[in-house]
């Protein structure tokens, strides 16, 4: 005999399928690649940590840079690298070397060591996405920068 005809809520269960394997594909991208976003936030906030944690250290220390360097400076020096490597390698900037602060950075070399002249650390870092699409908007991997001023302060 005769078959009776679908009932309407089985048309619009087919329906509901299609629609769904057409916008899933777009949901799961758009998820990645905020995802994708918010690492490259949180990369870019941990190294502007690392570079305030490196200028403090340095503007703290600031006489292990301002001349010869004796035993003490040298191991206040080996400290700040020590320092912001770990906050480097916590990123994934396993490569990077670290930069030595900038003691000069607004060019006037006569107040490069004074208390409340600035010292600048400046750090940049790679990172790979995870969306082919994302890096193709935005080139892989995407470096980012990170920069702290901070003044001249030496413990006493």
Same mark, same amino acid.
């Given at each position: 005999m005769f078959a009776p005809p679908p009932s309407h809520s089985?048309?619009?269960r087919g329906q509901a399928v299609v629609e769904t394997a057409i916008i899933l594909p777009?949901?799961?991208?758009?998820?990645v690649m905020a995802l994708d976003a918010g690492r490259l936030f949180f990369g870019w906030i941990a190294l502007q940590n690392a570079s305030r944690i490196g200028a403090d250290y340095?503007?703290?220390?600031?006489?292990?840079?301002?001349g010869a360097v004796n035993s003490f400076d040298q191991e206040w020096q080996e400290r700040y690298e020590l320092l912001?490597?770990?906050d480097l390698q916590a990123l994934g900037c396993q490569d990077n070397e670290v930069p030595p602060p900038d003691f000069d950075p607004d060019g006037d070399p006569t107040d490069d060591f004074a208390d409340g002249a600035l010292v600048r650390v400046e750090l940049a870092c /790679?990172? =790979?996405?995870?969306?082919?699409?994302?890096?193709?908007?935005l080139g892989a991997p995407v470096t980012l920068? =990170?920069? /702290?001023?901070?003044?001249?302060?030496?413990?006493?």
């Open positions: 089985q048309h619009r777009l949901l799961v991208l758009l998820l340095a503007a703290s220390h600031a006489d292990a840079w301002d912001v490597r770990e /790679s990172f =790979g996405l995870l969306t082919p699409l994302a890096e193709s908007f920068h =990170g920069r /702290s001023d901070f003044a001249i302060n030496r413990i006493r």
